[in-house]
């Protein structure tokens, strides 16, 4: 067993300000050694994600106590048996789907997701089975088959894709994510004609990041918020045009390809009344499970519109996180960009807080295992 830092929600629904309530507590937990088919890793960076934020808020409910983080990169320091395709020492890239090869979910390319990952996830488990944390004697559930906020995580090998030294932990944390999800997007669901504008609704880390990898593939882009600040942001990574979406609405302009990234009903019809017709509505926002939205069947009908649900991007991380660093290795996708800052441990409501707020990008938790305690 390992001692280690992390994170813990204590439980779900707690009010803000979270640097009041302290939903989150760092405590030492202990970690059990990876079994079959799993990978100890050191965790370098972490992204603080709106999925993240959702589990807190309870819009997400998942089960307490819960060691966050599903958006990581580290360094592997341990393989279990039937590993032999890593080594210690390699950097990867953790993602929040574990794969299990088997499954009609995995059979459709990203499509879908896979069954078995998605129950082991909803469950706080890995998809070995079980749980490898605890704090005090009590078991921990994992977030996602992650649990990034800590210093250590064990996960299943298909939780992890290795990245070349030459890719900084920050940059390759957020690949498991932010891009993941917002390039997969444009490129798996959306899949833009060359040159087709596209346009992204909702500028926060995932929908910056459908932004800058729809600029890599050269889609001119027209980026939309009601956030003066994300909407410059957008402006300096290279959008064509930036609106908010009462100038959007005013202007009637539409797109081809429609990215909703903002998880929020409104959004999401911003989106749809944005699209062109013959075009696509890709959502990959995360709503509350109460949340509703009005849209008009007849326009999918009479427009011969798509709407397509993308989630982490319709993506298979093995095939596109190795893209997708080539491009920033290429200089094409300049990641490091949506990094508004970095926190430790200590920091971590806090930034809850900013990302609720809005006032916060992709900030990013760089482990410390000398951070103070909280009590447990």
Wanted: proline letters at 8%; charged letters at 20%.
């Amino acid at each position: 067993m390992l001692t280690i830092t992390g994170a813990v929600l204590e439980e779900v629904g707690r009010p803000r300000p979270f640097s009041t309530s302290r939903p989150l507590t760092v405590s030492e937990l202990t970690l059990d050694p990876p079994g079959p088919d799993e990978i100890l890793v050191r965790i370098e960076a972490a992204g603080i994600c709106h999925s993240d934020l959702s589990v807190a808020d309870g819009n997400r409910v998942r089960p307490t106590p819960m060691l966050l983080g599903h958006e990581a990169a580290g360094i592997v320091e341990g393989l279990g048996d039937n590993v032999d395709d890593l080594h210690i020492g390699d950097r990867v890239v953790l993602t929040f789907l574990p794969l299990c090869g088997e499954c009609d979910g995995c059979r459709s390319h990203g499509r879908l997701p896979c069954e078995r990952g998605a129950e082991a996830n909803g469950a706080g488990a890995l998809m070995g089975g079980g749980r490898r944390l605890r704090r005090n004697g009590t078991p921990v559930h994992h977030h996602l088959g992650v649990s990034g906020f800590s210093t250590h995580a064990v996960v299943h090998r298909s939780s992890a894709v290795r990245v070349a030294p030459d890719v900084p932990a920050e940059v390759a944390a957020l690949l498991g994510c932010a891009v993941l999800t917002g390039g997969g997007a444009v490129i798996n669901a959306g899949r833009p004609e060359p040159g087709e504008t596209v346009m992204v609704v909702g500028l926060g880390g995932v929908g910056l990041a459908a932004v800058l990898v729809a600029l890599a593939e050269r889609h001119p882009v027209i980026a939309v918020d009601a956030l003066e600040s994300k909407l410059a942001v957008a402006r300096e990574l290279g959008a064509q045009q930036v609106l908010t979406p009462a100038q959007l609405a005013e202007s009637g302009q539409r797109a081809p390809v429609v990215i909703e990234a903002a998880g929020h009903p409104r959004a999401f019809e911003t989106a749809f009344a944005a699209t062109a017709p013959g075009g696509t509505t890709v959502t990959v926002g995360l709503p509350a499970p109460s949340a509703r939205s009005e849209i008009s069947p007849l326009a999918v009908t009479t427009e011969a519109r798509r709407i397509v649900g993308s989630y982490l991007g319709s993506s298979v991380p093995a095939r596109d996180i190795p893209r997708y660093a080539d491009l920033w290795r290429n200089g094409n996708l300049p990641v490091e960009r949506l990094i508004s800052g970095r926190v430790g441990f200590d920091d971590l409501n806090a930034a809850m807080d900013a990302l609720a707020d809005g006032r916060a990008l992709r900030q990013i938790l760089v482990p410390s295992p000398s951070t103070r305690r909280d009590p447990a």
